[in-house]
């Protein structure tokens, strides 16, 4: 091949890549468009958390939400997500609410980008970025829409399989140690996922080449082995809980892979799974066990119940990214079809048939995305908080003081309220508390009533307005507890607090 021709192949693909990475920025940005702030409840969580951390100068913080407890590195167990995150803001000046409402785009164009630079070694490069480009956020499974740790561990999965498959050098093994080490610090189920991916590579080089399997081997085990002396419990806890078989019941809501992705997708990666079978090759092969790799984790956690539940829930992510690469082998064999030479004889029109793969190709592109788009345009999203909630979370840092410590709120809202305040709260969803948030409505119910509650409890903030099982309908008690005095809309303080000061 002449440099004239490579250049020819890069200013295609470069052209053809913009807006594919465009689609990407697109498709994650869709559930912040009409939305400025966070949205799923761990985006608050880890807010909260890199803040805290941020505060106190050092990895080990006091937890954020209620004050009680110490956090380190052996209870935070995505420290490296609240520290990477902490740092940047810091160096970088951006506010909060844009980094989590643009970034996980822009993170996202990074995973697709190293999708493509891991897929053109084999043809089909912007193919299998297109398909990445597909893969949906959703509130049960998460995905790259939110800026979560699972959102930037994707990243490093084509990265790590670009250095295996093509390089055996110390260098490409450090490389691989180093991802498998940030991994580990932000978000392990990621790393475990990407050794479920490596496996069968490794295993499939013992034979020929038992040198590179175990250059692979030792860049992902070793992480393991330094850090084992801070989670040997857990690691062993986790080892136990593998023979346990877990209760379904609280995974059935996890959509299926197929319907989630997209049923032509789903075609694609068939179609490229038998025409990567047919090449043959060790990477070839690789990436088609890899993905069946997950798949039988997957199977072997809903069908029989045994494996970690964060593994089969995040493994879903990981699957559906496999499955995007392989689909760009299918879209690839579609592009390059060709009419039998008796056929174009007859047709006698040059244009089509030379190419009939090229014009099926688009149009199918077109069909992916005529279903697709609309499909993850009505993906439902809540909303913790709206524009009033944020505005009064915000007066309320502003303007009220470290001798009100401890506020009273909507459990719905209240892991918001604390990642923008900076202040305790009672209690909050998605930890084990249901009776403490029956205990916070009822007050509210109230009219706020209830003095005694709030100084057993140490609460000085009492906000009052609640979400009404919706995010678009709100309830606005008002107090009629004298103890409590207005300063803002919704906003009351606690006399002897006030009196305190």
């Given at each position: 091949m002449t440099l004239l021709n490579v250049r020819r192949i890069l200013r295609f693909d470069f052209l053809?890549?913009?807006?594919?990475?465009?689609l990407a920025f697109y498709i994650a940005?869709?559930?912040h468009q009409n939305y400025p702030y966070p949205l799923h409840v761990d985006e608050w969580f880890h807010l909260a958390y890199s803040k805290a951390m941020l505060q106190s100068g050092s990895t080990t913080f006091i937890e954020p939400f209620f004050g009680q407890a110490m956090i380190g590195l052996g209870s935070n167990l995505e420290a490296g997500f609240h520290l990477f995150w902490s740092i940047f803001q810091q160096l970088s000046g951006i506010s909060w609410m844009t980094i989590f409402r643009y970034f996980p785009s822009i993170i996202f164009i990074i995973t697709v980008l190293s999708v493509y630079i891991l897929a053109q070694r084999e043809g089909f490069g912007w193919e299998a970025a297109f398909f990445a480009c597909l893969i949906p956020t959703t509130m049960g499974i998460l995905g790259?829409?939110?800026?979560?740790?699972?959102?930037?561990g994707m990243l490093f999965t084509p990265l790590s399989l670009f250095l295996a498959f093509n390089f055996r050098t110390v260098w490409a093994y450090l490389l691989i140690f180093i991802f498998i080490c940030f991994l580990l610090s932000i978000h392990a189920p990621s790393a475990i996922c990407l050794i479920i991916v490596l496996t069968p590579y490794i295993l499939l080089n013992l034979k020929g080449n038992f040198k590179h399997s175990l250059g692979i081997t030792l860049a992902l085990i070793l992480p393991f082995l330094v850090i084992s002396p801070w989670i040997?419990?857990?690691?062993?806890?986790?080892?136990?809980?593998l023979l346990t078989p877990k209760p379904l019941t609280e995974y059935v809501y996890l959509p299926p892979i197929i319907r989630t992705y997209g049923y032509l997708p789903s075609l694609f990666c068939l179609l490229g799974t038998f025409l990567l079978a047919t090449r043959g090759n060790k990477q070839n092969y690789?990436?088609?066990?890899?993905?069946?790799?997950?798949?039988?984790?997957?199977?072997?956690?809903?069908?029989?119940?045994?494996?970690?539940p964060i593994i089969y829930e995040r493994g879903l992510m990981y699957t559906m990214l496999?499955?995007?690469?392989?689909?760009?082998?299918?879209?690839?064999?579609?592009?390059?079809?060709?009419?039998?030479?008796?056929?174009?004889a007859w047709l006698k029109v040059p244009l089509i048939t030379k190419n009939v793969g090229r014009f099926l190709c688009l149009a199918l592109i077109g069909i992916t995305l005529a279903i697709t788009i609309p499909s993850r345009l009505d993906t439902p999203y809540?909303?913790?908080?709206?524009?009033?909630?944020?505005?009064?979370?915000?007066?309320i840092k502003d303007n009220i003081n470290e001798n009100y410590e401890k506020a009273i709120l909507d459990p719905w809202k209240a892991t918001a309220f604390t990642a923008i305040t900076d202040k305790n709260i009672y209690t909050r969803i998605h930890v084990i508390t249901k009776a403490k948030d029956k205990e916070a409505y009822a007050f509210f119910e109230s009219g706020s009533s209830n003095t005694t509650f709030l100084r057993e409890n140490g609460i000085s903030i009492v906000y009052t307005r609640v979400s009404?099982?919706?995010?678009?309908?709100?309830?606005e008690y008002k107090s009629r507890n004298p103890d409590l005095v207005k300063v803002a809309e919704n906003t009351y303080l606690l006399k002897e607090a006030e009196k305190e000061e």
């Open positions: 053809i890549l913009l807006p594919i990475l465009g940005f869709i559930p790259p829409g939110f800026l979560v740790p699972i959102s930037i040997f419990n857990m690691l062993l806890s986790t080892a136990k809980s690789g990436l088609i066990l890899g993905l069946l790799a997950l798949l039988l984790m997957l199977v072997t956690f809903f069908t029989f119940h045994y494996g970690v496999m499955v995007s690469i392989v689909a760009g082998a299918g879209l690839m064999r579609v592009k390059n079809l060709r009419l039998p030479a008796k056929l174009s809540y909303h913790m908080i709206d524009r009033k909630d944020y505005q009064a979370f915000v007066w009404g099982g919706s995010e678009d309908f709100n309830i």
